[in-house]
């Protein structure tokens, strides 16, 4: 449940109006009351569902919607803002956005602009200098890229210099904190420095700065979107350390909130609903060349809860392809020593056979681990053949099945002790996973490795680590919050979220939508078909986005989301997706999407049209008992609207299970 679903569900609407001065008397399964929002009016023409937290006046205003919307109207304030003052009032932690001020976005983009000019300057000394000659043999040669790959991800080399980085962008009225502050230049611990390195840059500028990236061969590092935030180098020197350097934290670079690759990676990541994380940059940029587009790599540190909840935007299977020292034996079993796993939290476990069950248990996903056979790395293997890195990713196992096969490699299960102690590394982990089928799955599948009956692995209770007593007792407080709720979302409701799911997935499919419903005489979809203020902004983002004409709907959808819709926006597209949803184009399985959007959106309209109209009947017979013509004629005028309406609806669907008969 998103913190937005959660502050949904436990904000007592009813109170809320009741608050806001509006007098409501229950009549069944609804409470109706003057609308707060016009007057005028003798008739109590506002009405509240309690059950799905929603709200709608049927008098002049003839709108409606859920919480934030109620709050927004009668306070006049934004959704950010209704959902922050309602968060607080329910209790729910939101999470913290971190979205750009002005000022701070006009400072990054100056900082973007120099690391843009530093892509130039390094493009440069790769390739049309004599220095940068071993650096481009190594990238053509050793790593067989092509003169286009390195011209397409914007290689580059780092002059063996102390200060060429320095004096080039000092020409330019660059100040050295504008190169530190992009993280182009290094601070001098203390003043001990070798005088040889005063000497050289001390006429320029600040003696205590020095070239970070010394020759080096340049990598840019941009975000999701492209924009550029960094660099990574790497080593031509063999005797060099480190073999891999990123730029250090800056206001521009978070590591742990960047995948290298990702603004190439989205689109063939959705289009082929998987993702590949290999460890070095350029695996990713190898891998790109050779038509394998879905792949990123985390910044040399452990995959991120963040990174994946990244990835979550664009699918939810994801691929950890590492080579034998990152997932093999020793990695984990040091992933499993639970006491080590909490010590070493800062430090960089590559493989955290827990931590990663916790990530994907918590959102959803499907992460599976790929072995790179033979000590090779993933740019060898498909050097040698790329077909055979296809078939290593499709055989990739769920974690459980990879810790247990690392575990029982090499080792003789039919001795008793052995069978004993790969139990007791197992259980512990397979007793966590808050999945009860896949507990039992995993319960027999380690009883048919070690050929021991299942029962015992049940009755036999391993030595408990401390996480293991910890954590199921922390986590099950946790899940039971939502069981609190007062609100419960009825199932047409949920209907939204699906249509709203495929549409983020293929925005192209919504001007065929409205098309066929203004076929049947019926209104394009329209932000009041959804009860939701976060569906209704999302939804007129998707819009937007065709009005735009923007080639990649999705992006800019993505680009310009609101920092409170992100959570909304992650849990859509964590829904699991219609079949097909994802793949390329073809006629038939649009034509089915169609289909089903279709109908999902004429449910949508009948179901609320029908609740609209038994509510408006009673407001109706009471408007006329109490003589209150006004209303009685607006109400009139709505009854009709929404009887024409229903009738085209049922047209409109009784056509459509017409022709999926034919
Ligand atoms: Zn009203």
């Given at each position: 449940m998103s913190s937005i679903d959660e502050v949904k569900s436990r904000i007592d609407i009813v109170e809320l109006a009741a608050e806001a001065g509006v007098k409501l008397r229950r009549s069944g399964?609804?409470?109706?009351?003057?609308?707060?929002?016009?007057?005028?009016?003798?008739?109590?023409?506002?009405?509240?569902?309690?059950?799905?937290?929603?709200?709608?006046?049927?008098?002049?205003?003839?709108?409606?919607?859920?919480?934030?919307?109620?709050?927004?109207k009668k306070e006049g304030i934004d959704f950010k803002e209704a959902l922050s003052r309602l968060a607080e009032r329910a209790g729910v932690q939101l999470e913290s956005y971190q979205a750009e001020k002005p000022q701070q976005k006009e400072e990054n983009q100056r900082l973007r602009n120099l690391l843009e000019d530093a892509v130039t300057f390094y493009r440069h000394q790769l390739l049309n200098t004599p220095a940068g000659k071993p650096a481009l043999d190594y990238l053509l040669e050793k790593r067989k890229l092509s003169p286009q790959t390195i011209e397409t991800f914007g290689l580059g080399y780092a002059p063996h210099s102390w200060d060429a980085t320095l004096k080039h962008f000092s020409e330019k009225n660059y100040t050295s904190q504008d190169l530190l502050d992009v993280g182009l230049l290094t601070e001098r611990a203390s003043d001990t420095q070798s005088t040889d390195i005063q000497s050289t840059n001390s006429q320029s500028t600040s003696p205590h700065v020095y070239d970070k990236f010394r020759n080096r061969i340049m990598i840019p590092i941009r975000d999701a979107d492209g924009k550029i935030t960094g660099f990574g180098g790497r080593i031509l020197d063999p005797n060099d350390i480190p073999k891999f350097m990123n730029s250090p934290q800056t206001v521009l670079f978070d590591k742990g909130h960047l995948l290298y690759g990702l603004d190439r990676a989205r689109k063939p990541i959705r289009a082929a609903d998987q993702a590949v994380i290999v460890e070095g940059y350029l695996d990713v940029i190898a891998l790109h060349q050779a038509g394998f587009e879905n792949v990123v790599s985390p910044m040399g540190t452990a995959l991120t809860e963040d990174q994946i909840r990244m990835l979550k935007r664009f699918t939810r299977r994801i691929v950890l392809a590492l080579d034998p020292d990152a997932a093999g034996r020793k990695a984990v079993l040091r992933g499993l020593d639970a006491a080590r796993a909490s010590m070493d939290r800062e430090q960089e476990l590559r493989f955290d056979a827990r931590g990663l069950l916790r990530h994907e248990a918590r959102l959803q996903a499907d992460l599976r681990v790929?072995?790179?056979?033979?000590?090779?790395?993933?740019?060898?293997?498909?050097?040698?053949?790329?077909?055979?890195?296809?078939?290593?990713?499709?055989?990739?196992?769920?974690?459980?099945?990879?810790?247990?096969?690392?575990?029982?490699?090499?080792?003789?299960?039919?001795?008793?002790?052995?069978?004993?102690?790969?139990?007791?590394?197992?259980?512990?982990?397979?007793?966590?996973?808050?999945?009860?089928?896949?507990?039992?799955?995993?319960?027999?599948?380690?009883?048919?490795?070690?050929?021991?009956?299942?029962?015992?692995?049940?009755?036999?209770?391993?030595?408990?680590?401390?996480?293991?007593?910890?954590?199921?007792?922390?986590?099950?407080?946790q899940e039971q919050k939502p069981a609190a709720a007062t609100a419960s979302f009825s199932p047409f409701r949920k209907v939204e979220g699906a249509c709203l799911a495929l549409l983020l997935r293929r925005p192209d499919l919504l001007p065929h939508l409205d098309r066929r419903l203004q076929e049947s005489s019926l209104g394009a979809l329209s932000t009041a078909d959804f009860e939701y203020t976060d569906h209704q902004m999302i939804l007129r983002l998707i819009q937007q986005s065709l009005e735009q004409d923007e080639k990649d709907q999705a992006h800019y959808v993505e680009a310009h989301l609101d920092e409170s819709l992100r959570e909304t926006y992650t849990s859509l597209l964590?829904?699991?997706?219609?079949?097909?949803?994802?793949?390329?184009?073809?006629?038939?399985?649009?034509?089915?999407?169609?289909?089903?959007?279709?109908?999902?959106?004429?449910?949508?309209?009948?179901?609320?049209?029908?609740?609209?109209?038994?509510?408006?009947?009673?407001?109706?017979?009471?408007?006329?008992?109490?003589?209150?013509?006004r209303t009685t004629a607006t109400q009139g005028q709505l009854m009709l609207q929404y009887g024409r309406m229903l009738n085209r609806l049922d047209e409109a669907r009784r056509r459509m299970s017409d022709i999926r008969r034919e």
């Amino acid at each position: 449940m998103s913190s937005i679903d959660e502050v949904k569900s436990r904000i007592d609407i009813v109170e809320l109006a009741a608050e806001a001065g509006v007098k409501l008397r229950r009549s069944g399964r609804t409470y109706t009351g003057f609308c707060p929002f016009h007057s005028n009016t003798r008739t109590p023409a506002f009405v509240i569902w309690p059950e799905s937290g929603t709200w709608r006046c049927f008098g002049e205003c003839n709108d409606g919607g859920d919480v934030f919307k109620f709050l927004m109207k009668k306070e006049g304030i934004d959704f950010k803002e209704a959902l922050s003052r309602l968060a607080e009032r329910a209790g729910v932690q939101l999470e913290s956005y971190q979205a750009e001020k002005p000022q701070q976005k006009e400072e990054n983009q100056r900082l973007r602009n120099l690391l843009e000019d530093a892509v130039t300057f390094y493009r440069h000394q790769l390739l049309n200098t004599p220095a940068g000659k071993p650096a481009l043999d190594y990238l053509l040669e050793k790593r067989k890229l092509s003169p286009q790959t390195i011209e397409t991800f914007g290689l580059g080399y780092a002059p063996h210099s102390w200060d060429a980085t320095l004096k080039h962008f000092s020409e330019k009225n660059y100040t050295s904190q504008d190169l530190l502050d992009v993280g182009l230049l290094t601070e001098r611990a203390s003043d001990t420095q070798s005088t040889d390195i005063q000497s050289t840059n001390s006429q320029s500028t600040s003696p205590h700065v020095y070239d970070k990236f010394r020759n080096r061969i340049m990598i840019p590092i941009r975000d999701a979107d492209g924009k550029i935030t960094g660099f990574g180098g790497r080593i031509l020197d063999p005797n060099d350390i480190p073999k891999f350097m990123n730029s250090p934290q800056t206001v521009l670079f978070d590591k742990g909130h960047l995948l290298y690759g990702l603004d190439r990676a989205r689109k063939p990541i959705r289009a082929a609903d998987q993702a590949v994380i290999v460890e070095g940059y350029l695996d990713v940029i190898a891998l790109h060349q050779a038509g394998f587009e879905n792949v990123v790599s985390p910044m040399g540190t452990a995959l991120t809860e963040d990174q994946i909840r990244m990835l979550k935007r664009f699918t939810r299977r994801i691929v950890l392809a590492l080579d034998p020292d990152a997932a093999g034996r020793k990695a984990v079993l040091r992933g499993l020593d639970a006491a080590r796993a909490s010590m070493d939290r800062e430090q960089e476990l590559r493989f955290d056979a827990r931590g990663l069950l916790r990530h994907e248990a918590r959102l959803q996903a499907d992460l599976r681990v790929a072995s790179m056979p033979d000590e090779l790395d993933p740019d060898e293997i498909v050097q040698r053949n790329a077909a055979e890195w296809a078939s290593l990713i499709a055989q990739a196992k769920p974690i459980v099945e990879h810790v247990l096969d690392t575990l029982i490699a090499d080792k003789n299960v039919n001795d008793p002790k052995i069978k004993a102690e790969i139990a007791a590394q197992m259980l512990p982990l397979i007793e966590d996973l808050p999945n009860p089928v896949e507990r039992d799955s995993y319960r027999q599948l380690l009883a048919r490795r070690l050929k021991v009956d299942e029962r015992s692995l049940t009755g036999a209770k391993p030595t408990a680590s401390p996480v293991r007593r910890r954590r199921p007792t922390a986590e099950a407080s946790q899940e039971q919050k939502p069981a609190a709720a007062t609100a419960s979302f009825s199932p047409f409701r949920k209907v939204e979220g699906a249509c709203l799911a495929l549409l983020l997935r293929r925005p192209d499919l919504l001007p065929h939508l409205d098309r066929r419903l203004q076929e049947s005489s019926l209104g394009a979809l329209s932000t009041a078909d959804f009860e939701y203020t976060d569906h209704q902004m999302i939804l007129r983002l998707i819009q937007q986005s065709l009005e735009q004409d923007e080639k990649d709907q999705a992006h800019y959808v993505e680009a310009h989301l609101d920092e409170s819709l992100r959570e909304t926006y992650t849990s859509l597209l964590a829904q699991s997706a219609p079949k097909g949803a994802n793949a390329n184009l073809s006629r038939n399985r649009d034509e089915r999407l169609l289909d089903e959007l279709t109908r999902q959106v004429l449910q949508v309209r009948q179901q609320s049209l029908n609740e609209s109209v038994n509510q408006l009947r009673f407001i109706l017979e009471e408007a006329q008992q109490s003589g209150d013509p006004r209303t009685t004629a607006t109400q009139g005028q709505l009854m009709l609207q929404y009887g024409r309406m229903l009738n085209r609806l049922d047209e409109a669907r009784r056509r459509m299970s017409d022709i999926r008969r034919e």
